[in-house]
């Protein structure tokens, strides 16, 4: 068995997913966290593995960039191999003064410039949201760990270039912790087929203060958010 974009063998995910846009992200958090680790699929080199961690099976996948990127390896896990739980672990430009790099974001909600949403529900307002027991697991691991992750609403937007010079002082208005590429249609899939997201994200840029992190900043922050995904992944 495999799909149009994925190579694995039906039973080869576990039943949560970690997705990193970067496919060498999730070859490092297979390499790095992960025990028993079989590559099940390298379909363009979106590479996908499963493991176990504290010996239980999680699985992390690519998913590429933007939403229709996400939305083909989500349906494909989603409708052919039985995955119930994608957890996407990204990075995101921060929009608030009060937060900083290397901050983890959990994505409640997520608006978006796309319109992928609109055609799924006909031109009504989707609300798209993560899952509640998700972020619920999230957030319990964060605080059992020690952090304080921000729990707010994200802008996926379809243009790392923005066309709106005022989009960042609009968001910034209504409350966006961050931007990002794809969290508003991996939910918006996640309600159309009945099954369960939820987006988290590391700080590596901030829009407001112009601010970028060092490569060996983002490998330190981002071991937080894995390991924080980590922990309750094997709680679900
Ligand atoms: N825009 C869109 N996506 C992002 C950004 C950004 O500034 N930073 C990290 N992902």
Redesign the pocket.
Same mark, same amino acid.
């Given at each position: 068995m495999s799909t149009p974009h994925i190579s694995a063998s039906a039973g080869d995910y576990a039943k949560t997913v970690l997705m990193p846009g970067d496919p060498l992200r999730a070859k490092f958090v297979a390499e790095n966290y992960l025990d028993n680790v079989k590559e099940v699929t390298n379909v363009r080199s979106m590479l996908g593995y499963t493991g176990t961690y504290k010996g239980h099976p999680v699985s992390v996948q690519g998913s590429g960039m933007g939403i229709p990127s996400i939305q083909i390896y989500a349906t494909e896990l989603y409708n052919h191999y039985g995955v119930e739980n994608i957890i996407r672990i +990204? /990075?995101? +430009?921060a929009l608030q003064d009060d937060i900083a790099l290397g901050d983890v974001v959990i994505a409640i909600g997520a608006g978006t410039d796309s319109m992928v949403n609109r055609h799924r529900f006909k031109g009504y307002d989707l609300a798209a949201t993560s899952d509640y027991g998700l972020l619920r697991a999230v957030v319990d691991s964060a605080e059992k760990l020690g952090k304080t992750p921000r729990v707010g609403t994200i802008f996926s937007?379809d243009f790392?270039y923005s066309v709106d010079t005022e989009q960042v002082a609009l968001l910034e208005k209504y409350q966006f912790a961050a931007?990002?590429?794809e969290a508003a249609g991996l939910y918006g899939l996640a309600a159309e087929l009945g099954k369960k997201a939820l987006a988290v994200c590391t700080v /590596?840029?901030h829009?407001k203060k112009n601010q970028q992190m060092t490569p060996e900043e983002r490998q330190l922050s981002f071991d937080e958010m894995f390991t924080i995904v980590l922990d309750a992944a094997i709680t679900l």
């Open positions: +990204g /990075s995101c +430009g937007t790392f931007i990002e590429m /590596s840029d829009l």
